[in-house]
């Protein structure tokens, strides 16, 4: 099938090189346009730019393809070269801008997103941070139809991911990209099968774009979903503490919620063993097990303890 791929993180990465090693034709990749990264802030390709040269594949950056918003010249001349490529499909995954209209109707055969989350559950930007945060056990991949709404089309196809009590945003990230990558694969194959499925009205929920501010953590919460809250900012943004005694915050990698109860006041420090730092919430004990220093590196709460007393 003739494709235009759409995409920018590693999480679409894995999906354009799948459709490639299935034989799909892929004339032109929609990627971000670089960004500034690393210490000396030079401009960056997305891994899905990379991908698409490492292969030989053409890429465009506009940087909207809004006919009317800020940047009319970029979108003409991505409709331009879209209409002179003439896909059958236009694959999507985490690609960064919203499509307006005349992108959806374009291909022949519509437009295809790879979403990450078993929907209506978790509509938007954030569905993996957002599911482990909210406690749920399981979520996946949707191939889904795109249409005018906020990740509300037609539903083609699903994969099933658990979530562990431990996993992390970084893991889960990881399995449902490789999910994804097969998923949109098996839809393609059978495109002219799957019958398209409204999505319920029940259920919706919308995972909201995470904020910088949403790193320090509460400790009037509970200790429970504050442990949530840490494995679902892994790596990012990344959760953070005050202790006692250093003056910028700590951030936090490993935790657990303790089976006890804390009768001191949330924050206090409780006991800082090689076991972990066990911190009062506002209901229940944290126990941080991984640390690191702000211009330090990550340490086990043992080898941490060692250098500081609350």
């Not at 005349?102 to 055969?109: K, S, V």
């Not at 935790?255 to 109860?261: G, K, P, R, Y």
Request: aromatic share 4%; with cysteine; proline share 8%.
């Amino acid at each position: 099938m003739r494709l235009v791929f759409a995409g920018t993180p590693d999480f679409a990465r894995l999906a354009l090189q799948a459709l490639l090693a299935a034989g799909h034709e892929i004339p032109l990749v929609l990627t971000q346009p670089d960004r500034p990264a690393g210490r000396g802030l030079k401009l960056t390709p997305s891994p899905v730019k990379a991908a698409a040269l490492a292969a030989g594949i053409e890429v465009a950056q506009p940087r909207s393809l809004r006919l009317d918003g800020r940047y009319p010249d970029e979108a003409q001349a991505a409709r331009a070269r879209l209409a002179e490529v003439a896909p059958d499909v236009m694959v999507v995954a985490a690609y960064g801008l919203i499509l307006p209209r005349w992108t959806l109707e374009l291909p022949a055969r519509g437009c295809l997103n790879i979403h990450a989350s078993l929907l209506p559950r978790w509509r938007g930007a954030a569905p993996i941070q957002r599911a482990i945060e909210a406690g749920d056990t399981r979520t996946g991949v949707t191939i889904m139809q795109m249409d005018d709404g906020l990740d509300t089309g037609d539903m083609l196809l699903e994969r099933v991911v658990p979530i562990g009590p431990d996993t992390t945003a970084a893991e889960l990230h990881d399995a449902l990209a490789l999910a994804g990558a097969e998923a949109i694969v098996a839809a393609l194959a059978d495109l002219g099968s799957l019958a398209p499925r409204k999505q319920p009205e029940t259920g919706v929920t919308y995972a909201a774009k995470l904020e910088k501010a949403e790193a320090a953590l509460d400790l009037g919460q509970s200790a429970e979903l504050l442990a949530r809250r840490i494995r679902a900012f892994n790596p990012v943004p990344g959760a953070t503490v005050r202790l006692p005694g250093l003056a910028d915050p700590v951030k936090v990698w490993r935790a657990q919620a303790l089976d006890e109860a804390g009768a001191a006041a949330p924050g206090t420090v409780l006991r800082a063993t090689a076991q972990g730092v066990d911190l009062a919430t506002g209901q229940g004990v944290l126990r941080l097990l991984e640390l690191q220093k702000a211009g330090g590196k990550r340490q086990p709460a043992d080898v941490f303890v060692r250098g500081w007393q609350p």
